[in-house]
């Protein structure tokens, strides 16, 4: 065991993301409570989903070390690097958003210099850049083209620092992209939901595409039994399917609920409001 | 009309328009689905990914694929609207929701497999009976829902619904 010096990183690796999870999630908690305590409303299930995604994110940094003492994944090594990459990029940044981490920090943080400081950096140039949906569509799946498709694949598994790099872009651009999709904590620019669709509808179809190719061809420098590129290249492919999806219901129900505040607050009877038109709709139904 | 009786939950009557698209997008997912889950995941005939596929082809394969899980997600979300406001047209969605998926079998057997040649329905046998059922029964699901879309404007028509 001490010839393989790789042992020890991801022992190291797996508790640094344990910890800094741990702490993550006991401050979110913390922060609620002290919300709900106060007599605002915030639901439970947004805990739940931070702890959950802080969870997924914990198991891709131990499923090395399971896959490696105790139980190999069916699939091979190939399969449980996409299972961990799904788990950090996709499924705990989801989670996470969803939770609304920053709309959270932002009602328990004491009014004053802090808080004016984290308001300028959101709405700031850089932050608005950064969260349009184009541009953090190109980081996300940029840096999965130039890891899948590079020597950089190969270069990871040689390196731990190389490794952690990666892993921490996978994580940040994960974030990124699911936050300026979802755009659920407050952000500078608002973007209408045919924009939103599109660049998701095209960052899935560049994650689908990358997937079917590594079907076929594994990471240069890399070499993968057939069985094992193929398992794991289907699972990206139907992992990003269901990610995708999650995506896109959080987009329909804000969509449902902002289309049914308008109907509510205009008192109109019709979803678009190119089409209302205010006196026909007041008039009593016939 | 009846129904309707939440307040806020004005109602400008039954909506076809809506309960079109709603039906004719579910359609098109949900055929897109039934590929997926039949032909590629249980029967295991379609290829996954078949190597001879052309570039152009699979970029196609990756957006139409995407673009299905989103219009599966849209559909449902326009058809909760829809039965929110009280507005569905039964037999309008139905028949939409038909050619919707006849529409989509048709451009699968014909622009997919046959013009970008993402895959094949089948491998190691001929081919073309396979092609030929394949568009005879996206021909027989648009027929059904022409019919039914037919009729059901029919009914409109004698029981003096407008369109929305």
């Given at each position: 065991?001490?010839?393989?010096?790789?042992?020890?990183?991801?022992g190291a690796l797996a508790l640094v993301v344990l910890l800094v999870a741990a702490l993550g999630v006991a401050l979110y908690i913390g922060a609620a409570v002290r919300l709900r305590r106060r007599g605002d409303a915030w639901p439970w299930w947004r805990d739940a989903s931070v702890a959950a995604g802080a969870g997924a994110v914990v198991a891709a940094a131990v499923l090395p070390l399971v896959t490696a003492a105790v139980l190999p994944l069916p699939g091979g090594p190939f399969t449980a690097h996409m299972a961990g990459h799904l788990l950090v990029g996709m499924v705990g940044p989801l989670l996470i958003v969803l939770g609304r981490p920053v709309t959270l920090l932002l009602r328990t943080v004491p009014v004053g210099g802090t808080r004016a400081g984290l308001l300028t950096v959101l709405h700031s140039r850089p932050a608005a850049l950064l969260t349009a949906p184009a541009v953090a569509a190109v980081l996300d799946m940029g840096g999965l083209w130039v890891l899948y498709r590079t020597p950089l694949f190969a270069a990871m598994h040689d390196d731990t620092l190389v490794a952690i790099v990666v892993h921490l872009h996978v994580f940040a651009a994960g974030m990124l992209f699911t936050v300026a999709i979802c755009r659920l904590d407050p952000?500078?620019?608002?973007?209408?939901?045919?924009?939103?669709?599109?660049?998701?509808?095209?960052?899935?179809a560049v994650h689908a595409v990358l997937a079917k190719t590594l079907y076929a061809q594994s990471p240069p420098g890399t070499m993968f039994a057939a069985s094992d590129l193929q398992a794991g290249a289907q699972l990206m492919y139907y992992g990003g399917d269901a990610v995708g999806v999650a995506l896109a219901v959080v987009l329909a129900v804000r969509w449902y609920s902002g289309v049914g505040r308008a109907r509510h607050a205009g008192g109109v009877g019709r979803a678009r409001a190119r089409t209302v038109t205010v006196g026909r709709a007041r008039r009593p139904a016939a | 009309?009846?129904?309707?009786?939440?307040?806020?939950?004005t109602h400008g009557g039954i909506s076809v328009r809506h309960s079109a698209i709603s039906g004719a997008l579910l359609g098109v997912a949900l055929m897109a689905a039934i590929d997926e889950i039949v032909f590629h995941q249980i029967l295991g005939w379609h290829h996954f990914?078949?190597?001879?596929?052309?570039?152009?082809?699979?970029?196609?394969?990756?957006?139409?694929?995407?673009?299905?899980?989103?219009?599966?997600?849209?559909?449902?979300?326009?058809?909760?609207?829809?039965?929110?406001?009280?507005?569905?047209?039964?037999?309008?969605?139905?028949?939409?929701?038909?050619?919707?998926?006849?529409?989509?079998?048709?451009?699968?057997?014909?622009?997919?497999?046959?013009v970008f040649r993402v895959h094949q329905i089948r491998y190691d046998v001929d081919v073309w009976p396979y092609d030929l059922a394949w568009i005879a029964g996206a021909l027989v699901f648009l027929a059904a829902g022409a019919i039914l879309w037919w009729s059901a404007r029919r009914s409109v028509r004698t029981s003096g619904l407008s369109d929305g």
């Open positions: 065991m001490h010839d393989h010096p790789t042992h020890t990183g991801p952000l500078r620019r608002r973007y209408g939901l045919p924009h939103l669709a599109v660049v998701l509808l095209v960052a899935g | 009309m009846t129904g309707a009786t939440r307040p806020g939950d990914y078949d190597r001879s596929t052309p570039a152009v082809g699979l970029a196609s394969d990756g957006l139409l694929h995407t673009a299905e899980l989103l219009v599966l997600v849209a559909g449902f979300a326009l058809l909760a609207d829809v039965r929110r406001r009280h507005a569905l047209a039964v037999r309008h969605f139905w028949a939409a929701l038909l050619m919707g998926a006849g529409g989509f079998q048709l451009f699968d057997g014909l622009v997919n497999h046959k």
